[in-house]
């Protein structure tokens, strides 16, 4: 029995990208190429969509946003049980 074919199209990689990278990096590259099984082409773009992913993660649009702005001008008072915990770990540290 055969392997399952995916059904996502591969795009022909038809581009070229050059880097001049100190001996270390070079290294570095060629080891974690080595441990995953990709090519430095591929790590270079799983780099990339990570660091795209965390910088996504990490933007607030549109009514995040608004909320975080609403919730910095307007902060929440504490509870009273927040208070007598600061009150304890007050009497605890003298």
């Known amino acids: 029995m055969s392997a399952p ?3 996502r199209s591969v795009e022909r990689k038809t581009e070229r990208l ?3 990278v100190a001996p270390s990096v070079r290294k570095l590259i060629e ?3 080595a441990i995953s ?3 430095a082409g591929d790590l270079a ?3 990339a969509r990570r660091v795209i992913e965390d910088h996504d993660r990490m933007r ?3 009514a995040d946003r608004e909320i975080f702005l609403e919730a910095i001008a ?3 008072k504490p509870k009273q049980r927040l208070i007598a ?3 304890a770990h007050g009497k605890l540290r003298g």
Request: hydrophobic share 40%.
């Open 18 to 20: 050059e880097l001049r």
């Open 31 to 33: 080891q974690a190429s």
């Open 5 to 7: 074919r995916r059904n």
């Open 45 to 47: 773009f799983e780099g």
């Open 85 to 87: 915990a600061l009150r």
């Open 60 to 62: 607030l649009t549109g």
């Open 37 to 39: 099984g990709l090519a």
């Open 74 to 76: 307007r902060p929440a």
